[in-house]
């Protein structure tokens, strides 16, 4: 005589917190595809004369973002410089793996990488172009960059003339590099 195995019954509950769980990260993707494309927009489109922490300009906003895109893109150009741009492909790389559900288990670490990349470059951008103005609240490279900056070319003051070009030269090359290297 056979006799039948009976299949357990399914767990509804699992399987309403897996779906659950699989909802959020589909919105959790559209929602950063979504911030993502605000900011690249707003980067791109930021224009001195916005209205922003730092500047006083009129409510005529000419970031195509409106007025939160200016402030926006102020903000990340005032502390990143023009590497802020550098943070669109990580945003997308990460809306991405959430929307197809691959495991991410080191985005912070990409994330601090990325940053310390962000901040070489713009390291290089301002000690190469140091003292130029271009119409970015805080130069090539950012807040802090300009400070990097300004404690490199004080610690370059003690070299002598011939070592002072040769450093310098490094000095750009090596962030440059170093912080391509880190993005990728």
Not at 85 to 98: S, W
Not at 108 to 133: D, P, T, V, Y
Request: a positive charge.
């Amino acid at each position: 005589m056979a006799t039948r195995i009976s299949k357990p019954a399914a767990d509804w509950r699992e399987t309403m917190r897996l779906s659950l769980l699989r909802s959020g990260a589909l919105i959790g993707a559209a929602a950063l595809l979504l911030f993502t494309a605000i900011y690249a927009l707003a980067i791109l489109t930021y224009s001195p004369a916005d209205p922003a922490l730092n500047s006083a300009a009129s409510a005529v906003s000419g970031n195509w973002m409106g007025k939160l895109g200016a402030y926006l893109s102020d903000g990340m150009l005032f502390l990143i410089g023009l590497p802020a741009i550098l943070l669109v492909p990580l945003l997308l790389i990460f809306a991405r793996r959430l929307w197809r559900d691959v495991p991410q288990p080191n985005w912070k670490r990409q994330l601090l990488l990325c940053l310390s990349g962000m901040l070489l470059i713009g390291f290089g951008m301002a000690h190469w172009q140091h003292g130029s103005s271009i119409g970015l609240p805080a130069g090539w490279g950012g807040v802090f960059a300009l400070l990097l900056d300004n404690g490199a070319v004080s610690l370059m003051e003690s070299l002598g003339d011939g070592w002072r070009g040769a450093v310098r030269l490094l000095l750009i090359l090596g962030s440059l590099f170093g912080g391509i290297a880190l993005v990728l």
